[in-house]
């Protein structure tokens, strides 16, 4: 063991490492690319789900041409594709508080148009049912009736069936 004087005394610090320097500082990753790409997302504050679905993105664009090239390119293509979908409208809402009056903007699809939408989409339209069915199932011995849709169950062929025509 070693003694000092209090006036010598002074803490031993290990020798300051000596970190190389680079001009690559992507050397552990495989690429450059991927660097910058890792960087990106961790700047961006992507979830897991969010990085993964970049990710794949990235892989289809290997397989597809990919457009897009810079910020005025996505606002250009989301300009073109806003006129194909019902548009937001602005209500302004007042809200009495004590002895003042707040507004606030409320921005909203309106419901009745949206579904429109929807319906005239060749893809959505044909997979909205708007006849109520009851669905049976032969179990060997009997006609088990049977919801394929827990949302509703029997009100839909209940509120159908109840109409007078």
């Not at 700047?43 to 810079?70: G, P, W, Y």
């Not at 979908?85 to 148009?113: A, C, G, N």
């Amino acid at each position: 063991m070693k003694t000092d004087h209090f006036a010598d005394f002074h803490c031993h610090t290990a020798a300051p490492l000596l970190v190389p320097k680079t001009t690559t500082p992507w050397e552990l990753f495989t690429s450059h690319i991927n660097f910058n790409f890792t960087e990106l997302v961790l700047k961006a504050n992507l979830t897991k789900l969010q990085m993964n679905e970049l990710i794949s993105l990235i892989h289809c664009s290997a397989l597809e041409r990919f457009l897009v090239t810079d910020y005025d390119g996505i606002c250009k293509l989301w300009d073109a594709a806003s006129p194909c979908h019902t548009k937001f409208k602005k209500e302004v809402i007042l809200v009495p508080h004590r002895d003042q009056e707040y507004d606030f903007d409320v921005w909203y699809r309106p419901l009745w148009d949206w579904a429109c939408d929807l319906l005239k989409d060749p893809c959505l339209g044909l997979h909205f049912m708007f006849d109520a069915q009851q669905l049976y199932k032969f179990d060997g011995r009997d006609f088990v009736h049977f919801f394929d849709e827990p949302w509703t169950a029997n009100a839909f062929w209940n509120s159908q069936v109840c109409m007078c025509y």
